[in-house]
Structures are given as structure tokens and as C-alpha cells.
Nanobody, 124 residues
Framework: QVQLVESGGGLVQTGGSLRLSCAAS????????MAWFRQAPGKEREFVAG????????YYTDSVKGRFTISRDNAKNTVSLQMISLKPEDTAVYYC?????????????????WGQGTQVTVSS
């Protein structure tokens, strides 16, 4: 089992920045592919960013490229999402996800571990 705990959400104005963190426990962190998803009210959960086991490869949805950066620290069992130039359309609950499958996927399956989510609200 893997436990994921997100932190760092909040309220920010358009153009502002936030840094989300996710702490993992329960399994060797370096064996997990990690990702961030988000879900806005009335919408499906969508992929935001993903990172390979070593951190050597990262992936982003087009709408956040150049503004968001995913990173991981395998020594500290954490994955982070640095978000800059935030827009109102970034408002959502952000979820940390982990997969033991070894491949960064852009759909919720095959991520088999999820955090509880953290709210990000960007005011206009």
C-alpha cells in the first residue's frame, strides 16, 4: 500500500504562484511513477503532469506547459508541482497519484494510489 498526502493548495490571484507537494509512504518511492491530476466542478479528472521513476522524464498537458514544473526527490519521498502564471481556469482540486506500472499515463487508470486532494483557487 502507498499513502499519499498533498499540501500547498490555496487561494491566489491571477498571475500568482503556488507550489504543491505530495509526501508518499508505504512503498519504495523510486519504484513509482508519479503524476498530478486535477478536477474542476462538473468536469472529469484530467492529467496535469507526470514524472518517471528516476525523474529524468516529465510530461505535461498542453495547457500548463511552460507554467507548471513537476519534480521529485526520491531521497525524501516527495513529488512537487510548481505552478506559476496561474489562471482562473487552473482552479480545481489537485490530486497526487502513483502508479506501480512503470509508465507515465495521462488517464486516471492505471494509477492505483491517490491522495485526498488539495484545493487550488485562482481568482480573477
Amino acid at each position: 500500500q502507498v499513502q499519499l498526502v498533498e499540501s500547498g493548495g490555496g487561494l491566489v490571484q491571477t498571475g500568482g504562484s503556488l507550489r504543491l507537494s505530495c509526501a508518499a509512504s508505504g512503498r519504495t518511492f523510486s519504484t513509482l511513477v508519479m503524476a498530478w491530476f486535477r478536477q474542476a466542478p462538473g468536469k472529469e479528472r484530467e492529467f496535469v503532469a507526470g514524472i518517471s521513476r528516476s525523474g529524468g522524464s516529465t510530461y505535461y498537458t498542453d495547457s500548463v506547459k511552460g507554467r507548471f514544473t513537476i519534480s521529485r526527490d526520491n531521497a525524501k519521498n516527495t513529488v512537487s508541482l510548481q505552478m506559476i502564471s496561474l489562471k482562473p481556469e487552473d482552479t480545481a482540486v489537485y490530486y497526487c497519484a502513483a502508479s506501480s506500472r512503470g509508465v507515465v499515463a495521462i488517464t486516471p487508470p492505471p494509477y492505483n494510489y491517490w491522495g485526498q486532494g488539495t484545493q487550488v483557487t485562482v481568482s480573477s
